[in-house]
């Protein structure tokens, strides 16, 4: 990611302690990527995988933060987004990926699934020092502009 360089627009960084919170973490995620002209179906796949990281957080951690930065490469851009926490850490990173393992007696989904929506997903964790996770996705195509149906009637 060396190369990429800040798409014109700051870091922004929600703190995560509750799940109105990882809601809010995710909407935040949602308008980012509109903004940056992904389509609809891509906006939700960045909610939908911001939700389940934050929750995560809330959920095993207690609290943590989520940054957002929009990024670009070439003709490129994209999302990068870090949620990290100072909880207990995952010993198992390749277990914990795995559909359907939970240590919460969840449906251990929430990690394999952003996984799947993102393009890139790190996981770095030490036991007792706490969880970064790094999950990028690029925009895939022409942006789509916002509020598209307004231009409707214009020649
Ligand atoms: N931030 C975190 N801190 C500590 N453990 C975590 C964190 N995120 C995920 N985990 C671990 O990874 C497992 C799988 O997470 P996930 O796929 O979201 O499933 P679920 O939340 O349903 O358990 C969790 O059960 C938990 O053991
Ligand atoms: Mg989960």
Redesign the pocket.
Known sequence: MAEQISAGLPPVSIRVSDDAHAVLAAQHGRALAARLGFSVVEQTACSTAIL??A???V???GA?EVTFQAVEDGEQVGIVVV?C?N????ADVNL??QDG?????????????ARRLMDSFQIV?RPGQ??T?VMQKWRSAAPVREHASSSRGRP
């Not at 909880?87 to 995952?90: A, D, F, H, K, Q």
């Not at 393992?101 to 699934?113: E, F």
Request: charge should be neutral; aromatic fraction near 6%; avoid cysteine.
């Open positions: 389940e990281i929750r995560n957080i959920k095993y951690a943590g949620a926490d909880g207990p850490g995952i914990a990926l393992y939970s240590t919460g007696g969840g449906l251990g989904l929430g990690l394999p699934g964790s706490g969880t996770v």
